[in-house]
Each structure stands twice: as C-alpha cells, then as structure tokens.
C-alpha cells in the first residue's frame, strides 16, 4: 500500500500534477523538480523503515540552520537533528510509514515543501506505537543541484 500511495503520487506528478492551484500546464523543469523531491521523500521513508542514520544523514542540510519538530520539540542544527534521528532509529527495532495524500508545492527555483498525512507505527519489540499526523518537509537544492531538507515537522493529535 505505501509504494502504491508513492507510486500514484509519483504517476500524477509525471502527468502535470502535484501543485495545488496550478492553473494551466506545469512547467516541465518544475515537474521534474517535483519528481526529484517525492524520490528524496521516498529515501527518506525508507531509511527510517531501515532504521539507518547511514541512509538518513545524506538527505539532510548539514548545518547550522536546519530544523527537526517532532512533536512541538525543534532539534535545532544538524548536530541536535543527527542526535535526535540516531536516538530514534537507534530505539526501535521496526518502523512502518504510510504516506497519504502527498503534494509538492515549489518555493521559488531553489525550494520546495512536501506534506503529507502520515500514519507511522514504530515498535520497541515489545509494544508497537501507532499515530497518524501530518508531516511538512522543506527542501532547498544544495550547491550540486541535490535537494536537501532543511526543515521537517511532524505532529499529532493526542490519543484520548
């Protein structure tokens, strides 16, 4: 189900879709664009699904600058972000993400946000926590052209 949910995101993007409010055909240079971010997004699925820092680390700006919310909580610059990131993949032994409803919005030529519901179960191998929220990614293309997150901000409501 979550490659099906990627891969329709992924179908709609190549045929013009992904921005809301687009009006007329979308430009095939941000078309790409928007590819290249939902491919960044699919590494960064799956190197928490791993649970690899190795596979995570790459996808992120490495500064100062860059931001990690989880849950109202920033880890600000990339050494408090790799810190929270090894904490989390280190603790668990499974995670399963499903990416619902995606979207790509362009910031200008050198930007982009993906949102998108996630319902993410992680486990401890003794008990399995499940929580669905909504999860905003801020890209900027590095110097090479790659795209970075900067930014990524996921929370949820409280379970009653």
Not at 9 to 26: D, E, F, N, Q, R
Not at 63 to 92: C, F, I, M
Not at 112 to 119: D, E, G, I
Request: aromatic share 10%.
């Amino acid at each position: 189900m979550r490659r099906f949910v990627l891969v329709a995101v992924l179908a709609i993007v190549g045929c013009g879709g992904g921005s809301k409010g687009a009006a007329g055909p979308v430009d095939p240079a941000t078309a790409d664009s928007f590819t290249e971010v939902f491919r960044v997004v699919e590494q960064w699925r799956q190197g928490w699904e791993v649970r690899s820092l190795e596979a995570l680390a790459p996808l992120y700006r490495q500064d100062g600058n860059t931001v990690v919310v989880y849950q109202g909580k920033a880890h600000v610059g990339w050494p408090q972000a790799q810190n929270y990131l090894r904490q989390s993949v280190e603790g668990a032994r499974a995670v399963h993400l499903t990416l619902e409803e995606g979207q790509v919005t362009s910031i200008g030529a050198g930007g982009a946000t993906f949102s998108a519901r996630l319902v993410r179960e992680v486990s401890d191998g003794a008990v399995t926590v499940t929580d669905e929220g909504f999860l905003t990614i801020t890209f900027a293309r590095a110097p090479g052209g790659n795209w970075e997150i900067v930014s990524e901000h996921y929370s949820y409501p409280p379970v009653p």
